[in-house]
């Protein structure tokens, strides 16, 4: 069982749509949960970052974590063009202070 | 607002040549970090250093790789003898006393 599962997508939305991204993990020393987003042969950007259950707000974007579940969420609200990119998640654990990321799902938002 | 910067955009090299791939972190970050992704695939930590030495590194991290902080604002990966696996986008990353890292733009690395 891999580590972090993603769904890589491609995941196709209209503009004005609600995104919903997700990945699981098997580890449960990973403490802290961040969400990147990556543009085309760019730098993952941090986008959020979580590290207890419960969700966290941020304009737009609302991370979602669920240890019991082992289970994290990204949502996106009023989804723009603009927002079209790859979306990662990472995790940290309580071994080591590397981060462990998903494969990343591509999203596309059309206008 | 403070960035994560790295040079080369792009080396191109020969199969067994030495590269070096430079990074200058953000200023007041103590944590440096490598990570590559190859294309098409995820992106996978390769070595962590603070305190002027590696506290965590990959199996890919074998002993033709090598890190330093040569002077206050540098940090680099020297790859000895590159192989045609080697081709990728090198990562680096850094933070400071919270837990999130910050990347740079990245290098991508293409051996012939």
């Known amino acids: 069982q891999k580590e972090v599962e993603q769904d890589p997508g491609p995941l196709s939305v209209p503009e004005g749509a609600i995104v919903s991204l997700n990945c699981t993990y098997s580890?449960?020393?990973?403490?802290?949960f961040m969400w990147y987003r990556q543009y085309s042969r760019k730098g993952p950007e941090l986008l959020m970052y979580t590290y207890s259950s419960g969700n966290k707000e941020d304009g737009r974007f609302t991370a979602q974590v669920d240890k019991s579940s082992k289970y994290i969420s990204l949502f996106i609200r009023d989804s723009q063009p603009s927002d079209s990119a790859t979306y990662l998640c990472a995790m940290l654990g309580g071994y080591g202070n590397k981060l462990v990321f998903g494969a990343g799902t591509i999203l596309r938002v059309k206008s | 607002e403070p960035e994560v910067t790295q040079t080369p955009s792009h080396q191109v090299t020969q199969m067994g040549q030495e590269v070096i791939l430079r990074c200058v972190p953000i200023s007041n970050h103590l944590y440096f970090y490598w990570y590559r992704q190859i294309l098409g695939q995820k992106v996978e930590f390769l070595v962590s250093f603070y305190n002027n030495e590696i506290s965590e590194k990959s199996e890919i991290f074998d002993d033709q790789f090598s890190v330093e902080r040569p002077d206050g604002s540098n940090f680099t990966l020297k790859i000895r003898s590159t192989k045609l696996e080697d081709s990728a986008m090198y990562f680096c990353?850094?933070?400071?006393?919270?837990?999130?890292?910050?990347f740079g733009p990245g290098t991508r690395l293409t051996v012939l």
């Open positions: 990353a850094s933070r400071g006393e919270a837990d999130t890292q910050y």
């Open positions: 580890n449960s020393a990973f403490q802290y």
